[in-house]
């Protein structure tokens, strides 16, 4: 039964991108409900027969916000199993563990890319937006160095740039300044 719901969550995925496209996909309501009505193993599940679809996709664009993270992630991994001779008996599976601490809305956003790079073979980019205000002019990545693992990128727009990847260490001053700066401005770079 679980299969059976997969199997329909990935066709109404897939038909919903080819008729409506993916911002009419994102702004459905009733795909977002039916998203969120499937359980962690089932989104899984529908996640990694995309990511395995989309296995040999190209990708040209860095992964800058979330749902594109994800995507880029997921492409990679399968990848990698399918190139490694050692897993190669093994059913390829994104681990439901780590998915769990990805929003659902996040996880939706993943599928609909990885629809997409597995029919045109090529993943979509990210929207060229900021990632704090989200605004669309003067953007600029910004990396961000991990412990361990791959380092994090972003866009983020001139004003934003300059305010550190922790909200928690925007000193006061600069935070007060950044509420008085009327909106039309901080765009206008």
């Known amino acids: 039964m679980a299969e059976k719901r997969e199997l329909a969550l990935l066709r109404l995925l ?10 009419g996909v994102l702004g459905s309501e009733f795909l977002r409900g039916t998203w969120d009505g499937a359980d962690g193993e089932q989104r899984a599940a529908v996640l990694t027969r995309l990511a395995w679809r989309a296995r040999h996709a190209e990708v040209r664009h860095r992964g800058t916000h979330d749902a594109s993270r994800v995507a880029v992630w997921a492409v990679q991994e399968a990848a ?26 996040v ?45 994090r990128e972003e866009l983020r727009c001139a004003v934003c740039a300059g305010l550190p990847a922790d909200p928690e260490e925007i000193p006061e001053a600069v935070d007060a300044i950044c509420r008085r700066v009327p909106r039309s401005r901080a765009e206008g770079c």
């Open 107 to 151: 996880q939706m956003e993943a599928a609909v890319r990885l629809v997409v790079a597995g029919r045109t073979g090529v993943l979509p980019p990210a929207p060229y937006r900021c990632a704090v205000c989200g605004t669309d002019r003067c953007l600029q990545v910004r990396s961000y160095e991990r412990g361990s693992g791959p380092g």
């Open 14 to 23: 897939a038909e919903w991108v080819e008729g409506v496209g993916v911002e």
């Open 80 to 105: 990698v199993w399918h190139r490694a001779s050692t897993l190669a008996d093994a059913s390829f599976r994104l681990p439901v563990g780590q998915l769990a601490w990805i929003a659902s809305e």
